[in-house]
């Protein structure tokens, strides 16, 4: 198994609601990671964990809380975001080390979030 | 920070025709990652550069990194409709232990007409 799998794909929440979007893979990669994406932006790191420790935080805002409940899930979980939060989240996932011909990421294919 | 820019920022060609857009840094990198990204997808890895100098193909992609290590070039031959996408370049941000923090170009995007 080579991907990282991201449910849901499209997701529609109001700045009232709660909701988790769902990150997995069995590559057996110790790092995984939450980015957002507006359109036609580089993708931009939230968090990066690592051996299923929450390793970085890029200064995110608290409405955005990260889980990661085992070394194969990743949750991103959501409350009271307004409606510039509307992106592509995407999850991806690497080895740990720093060089090495496998140091790229596998990313998922996102969840587009739109807020109203 | 480090920043990474890439040029040209938008390219629309012809079926057929080669392609090269370039990436580069205010400081030096150590590996150079060049990935596609299809719309509503996630980015996909095209080839992955260790060393100055270096000079790696995919297909028909070619991609070299820099002898000064700020900057890497990308090379599409004999374009096709699928090449369409945008083309980000990535290299490791600061970090400490043993994560890869990526920090991503600002992107070209190709649009190939058939």
């Known amino acids: 198994d080579t991907e990282v799998t991201q449910t849901p794909k499209h997701l529609v929440m109001g700045m009232t609601n709660k909701k988790s979007l769902k990150c997995e893979q069995h590559m057996g990669h110790r790092a995984m990671y939450w980015y957002k994406q507006k359109a036609k932006k580089p993708p931009e790191l939230m968090f990066v964990?690592?051996?299923?420790?929450?390793?970085i935080n890029e200064s995110v805002p608290s409405r955005f809380s990260p889980e990661c409940p085992n070394s194969s899930l990743l949750n991103l979980h959501l409350h009271a975001l307004q409606p510039e939060d509307s992106a592509l989240y995407l999850c991806a996932s690497s080895q740990t080390g720093k060089r090495g011909p496998n140091y790229g990421y596998t990313f998922g294919s996102g969840t587009r979030l739109t807020v109203v | 920070g480090q920043q990474l820019n890439q040029s040209p920022q938008s390219m629309f060609i012809q079926e057929g025709e080669d392609v090269s857009m370039n990436c580069t840094s205010s400081?030096?990198?150590?590996?150079w990652l060049w990935y596609k990204q299809d719309p509503g997808e996630g980015p996909v890895l095209l080839i992955a550069l260790y060393k100055a100098g270096e000079l790696t193909s995919n297909g028909r992609l070619t991609a070299q990194f820099g002898i000064t290590r700020k900057d890497s070039f990308l090379n599409i031959s004999a374009s096709i409709p699928s090449d369409v996408g945008i083309y980000f370049c990535?290299?490791?941000?600061?970090?400490?232990?043993?994560?890869?923090?990526?920090?991503f170009g600002t992107g070209t995007l190709l649009a190939v007409q058939p």
């Open positions: 400081s030096i990198f150590n590996t």
């Open positions: 964990y690592s051996y299923e420790k929450l390793s």
């Open positions: 990535a290299g490791p941000g600061p970090s400490g232990g043993a994560t890869n923090k990526l920090i």
